[in-house]
């Protein structure tokens, strides 16, 4: 294969799309998979940050323009078929997935076929959690802006108030059952289950975290 000498010789789909791989030029970690079109991969190129093309929404989306998440492009690898990119970025944060972890890659598929959410998250060891939650927050106002397609906030969101009011009860009776259980594991992964659906019940109804610092800053007093 000879080495291509600009982007019209790539081999984008049907669809005008081309897959890119994100990865984590500090940690080695895959970050996240996303779709570029023409006109986002010269952006990209251009602007030295990641601009990918939404198939949901049709439009082109700025990674971490709501968030302040944004990644950093390094370097710009295409495999031998021309038909896929990797990207080595720097993730401004450390946060590349919406779920408010380190990579959208955090799921491990069982022997039994169900998806766990991995307990570690490497990323978030040195920080507190204030930090995260509003590295959080951010990422969530993101998703409800840009509605990325197969995000699960993104079917909270269109799903609507009900569905998300629906989530909260049903992690808070989670919450009670790992307490009830008096497994400090298991109490882990459901608060921050409960603490993930609180915060885009925040998002849905405009209620920042500031709000909710003074409210409990007022109380102490």
């Not at 699960?152 to 049903?170: N, P, Q, S």
């Not at 989670?174 to 289950?193: F, P, Q, R």
Request: include cysteine; charged fraction near 30%; charge should be negative.
């Amino acid at each position: 294969m000879k080495e291509i000498k600009n982007i019209d010789e790539l081999v984008f789909n049907e669809d005008g799309l081309i897959s890119a791989i994100i990865q984590d030029t500090s940690t080695g970690r895959v970050l996240m998979l996303a779709y570029m079109n023409k006109e986002s991969l010269q952006k990209s190129l251009e602007t030295g940050e990641t601009w990918f093309f939404s198939r949901k929404r049709q439009e082109l989306w700025h990674k971490g323009a709501t968030s302040g998440h944004i990644q950093k492009i390094k370097k710009i690898y295409y495999d031998c078929d021309q038909d896929t990119l990797l990207m080595l970025v720097d993730q401004i944060g450390g946060i590349a997935c919406h779920e408010g972890v380190e990579s959208c890659f955090h799921y491990e598929l069982l022997k039994e076929g169900r998806g766990k959410k991995t307990l570690e998250q490497p990323s978030f060891s040195q920080t507190d959690l204030g930090s995260l939650l509003e590295g959080l927050y951010g990422l969530i106002q993101e998703r409800q802006k840009e509605r990325p397609e197969g995000s699960y906030t993104t079917y909270l969101f269109e799903k609507g108030l009900d569905k998300i009011l629906k989530k909260v009860g049903e992690e808070t009776s989670e919450v009670i059952i790992a307490a009830k259980n008096e497994s400090a594991e298991e109490l882990t992964y459901e608060v921050s289950d409960l603490l993930y659906h609180l915060l885009v019940l925040l998002v849905e109804q405009k209620v920042s975290l500031s709000a909710i610092a003074a409210e409990l800053a007022g109380r102490r007093k």
